[in-house]
């Protein structure tokens, strides 16, 4: 077996929030316009072709009338040989033409479509998940982003055990 190292540690947490996104009903439905969307379905089974990224840029930012999500991740420190502390970006960006969210089709929800993803995806990751600790969300708030769009920022930091990383 390869040894692993933080940077294994940053892509599988990436990894792990994606898949979590991947299999929310609730957030694949708000970012398709499609409160009874199938998981299934080609859409959300390209998605990571078309809206959900997990560097921190994308070109159809500008292109697309619809949410892009973006996934980074981050190591913000060593708290000491076994505890490193990880960060996770994520910012949802989405086409002002797309902010409008029908609350007649998706019923509890009030607000626009962008707050509602944030809070769809801050919902996924409160408290802790198997393989991701406990993830405290730290910071959010507006981002710049070209005109015609809009986008929040979400920052969370967590503290990882380093199990055999061999790191010094």
């Known amino acids: 077996m390869a040894v692993r190292t933080h940077i294994d540690q940053l892509i599988d947490y990436k990894e792990d929030i994606i898949d979590q996104m991947v299999s929310s009903k609730e957030l694949m439905g708000l970012v398709f316009d499609d409160p009874d969307i199938d998981l299934d379905s080609d859409q959300v089974f390209n998605i990571r072709d078309t809206h959900l990224f997990d560097h921190s840029y994308s070109d159809d930012t500008v292109q697309t009338d619809?949410?892009?999500?973006?996934?980074?991740?981050?190591?913000?420190?060593?708290?000491?040989?076994?505890?490193?502390?990880?960060?996770?970006?994520?910012?949802?960006?989405?086409?002002?033409?797309?902010?409008?969210?029908?609350?007649?089709?998706?019923?509890?929800?009030?607000?626009?479509?962008?707050?509602?993803?944030?809070?769809?995806?801050?919902?996924?990751?409160?408290?802790?998940?198997?393989?991701?600790?406990?993830?405290?969300?730290?910071?959010?708030?507006?981002?710049?982003?070209?005109?015609?769009?809009?986008?929040?920022?979400?920052?969370?930091?967590?503290?990882?055990f380093s199990r055999n990383r061999r790191i010094r």
């Open 66 to 160: 619809g949410v892009i999500i973006l996934v980074e991740t981050d190591m913000l420190g060593v708290l000491s040989k076994e505890v490193n502390t990880f960060g996770v970006i994520i910012q949802v960006i989405v086409a002002r033409n797309y902010m409008k969210l029908d609350t007649k089709r998706f019923k509890g929800l009030r607000g626009n479509r962008r707050d509602n993803v944030v809070r769809s995806i801050d919902m996924l990751l409160h408290g802790g998940r198997p393989g991701l600790g406990v993830l405290k969300l730290t910071d959010v708030g507006p981002v710049d982003v070209p005109r015609g769009f809009t986008s929040v920022r979400m920052v969370y930091t967590t503290d990882d």
